[in-house]
Antibody, heavy 119, light 107 residues
Framework: QVQLVQSGAEVKRPGASVKVSCKAS????????LQWVRQAPGQRLEWMGW????????KYSQKFQGRVTITRDTSASTAYMDLSSLRSEDTAVYYC????????????WGQGTLVTVSS | SDELTQPPSVSVSPGQTARITCSGN??????AYWYQQKPGQAPVKVIS???ERPSGIPERFSGSSSGTTVTLTITGVQAEDEADYYC??????????FGGGTKLTVL
C-alpha cells in the first residue's frame, strides 16, 4: 500500500535549521508531487510547498520563501524539507503528503514529525 | 491572498446530520477538498473535487458546492466522526490554502 514514513522528532535551538525526511513506498516516486504542510499546536494546517518527484521543480509558500528548501532523492524515494533560521513560532508538527494527481487533494499523509524550537 | 472561512465548531447528536461550510472566493473556480483529523493523527481526505468520496470513506460523508461555498455533510453522525475537519483549495496563484478548521462534537 502507498505509505509515507517521516523521520523522528527534533528539538532545535532558535536560529538553527532542521531537515525532515519523508520516505515513500508502494508507488513510483517520480510520478507524483509531494507536498509539505505544518500544524502548530492547536492551529490550522499551513501549506509550506511542494516538489515534483520527477523533475525536482519546487514551489514554496510566500510565507516561507527564503527559509524553506525542499529536495528529493529519487534513488531513495525520499523527499526532504529543510527549514532554517528557526524561531519558537516554528514549533509544529510537519507533514508530508502525496498530491492526488487526477483525484486532487492530498492522500496519503505521513505520520508527522514534531519539531520543537526552544532555548 | 484568498482565504477559506469555516465555523469554529459544530455540534450534533448521534444519528443527526452535520453540515460544515467553507466559504471563499477561490471556490468559484477551484475545487475543494475536505480532510478529517482526529487528535494526534494525520489528516485523512474524505471528499475530493467538491463532491467525490474516495474509496474507503463511508457513504454518510458527502460534499456539495454552490458559488463561493462548499459544504461537507455527514448524514447519520456517529461518535467516531468526532474530529476536526478542514477544507482546502487553491488560490489564483496556485497556492494551497486551508480553512481554519471546524471541530465537530458529537453530543
Amino acid at each position: 500500500q502507498v505509505q509515507l514514513v517521516q523521520s523522528g522528532a527534533e528539538v532545535k535551538r532558535p536560529g538553527a535549521s532542521v531537515k525532515v525526511s519523508c520516505k515513500a513506498s508502494g508507488y513510483t516516486f517520480s510520478n507524483y508531487v509531494l507536498q509539505w504542510v505544518r500544524q502548530a499546536p492547536g492551529q490550522r494546517l499551513e501549506w509550506m510547498g511542494w516538489i515534483n518527484g520527477d523533475n525536482g521543480k519546487t514551489k514554496y509558500s510566500q510565507k516561507f520563501q527564503g527559509r524553506v528548501t525542499i529536495t528529493r532523492d529519487t534513488s531513495a524515494s525520499t523527499a526532504y524539507m529543510d527549514l532554517s533560521s528557526l524561531r519558537s513560532e516554528d514549533t509544529a508538527v510537519y507533514y508530508c503528503a502525496r498530491d492526488g494527481k487526477e483525484e486532487g487533494g492530498f492522500d496519503p499523509w505521513g505520520q508527522g514529525t514534531l519539531v520543537t524550537v526552544s532555548s | 491572498s484568498d482565504e477559506l472561512t469555516q465555523p469554529p465548531s459544530v455540534s450534533v447528536s448521534p444519528g443527526q446530520t452535520a453540515r460544515i461550510t467553507c466559504s471563499g472566493n477561490a471556490l468559484t473556480d477551484q475545487y475543494a477538498y475536505w480532510y478529517q483529523q482526529k487528535p494526534g493523527q494525520a489528516p485523512v481526505k474524505v471528499i475530493s473535487k467538491d463532491i467525490e468520496r474516495p474509496s474507503g470513506i463511508p457513504e454518510r460523508f458527502s460534499g456539495s458546492s454552490s458559488g463561493t461555498t462548499v459544504t461537507l455533510t455527514i448524514t447519520g453522525v456517529q461518535a467516531e466522526d468526532e474530529a476536526d475537519y478542514y477544507c482546502q483549495s487553491e488560490d489564483s496563484d496556485s497556492t494551497v490554502i486551508f480553512g481554519g478548521g471546524t471541530k465537530l462534537t458529537v453530543l
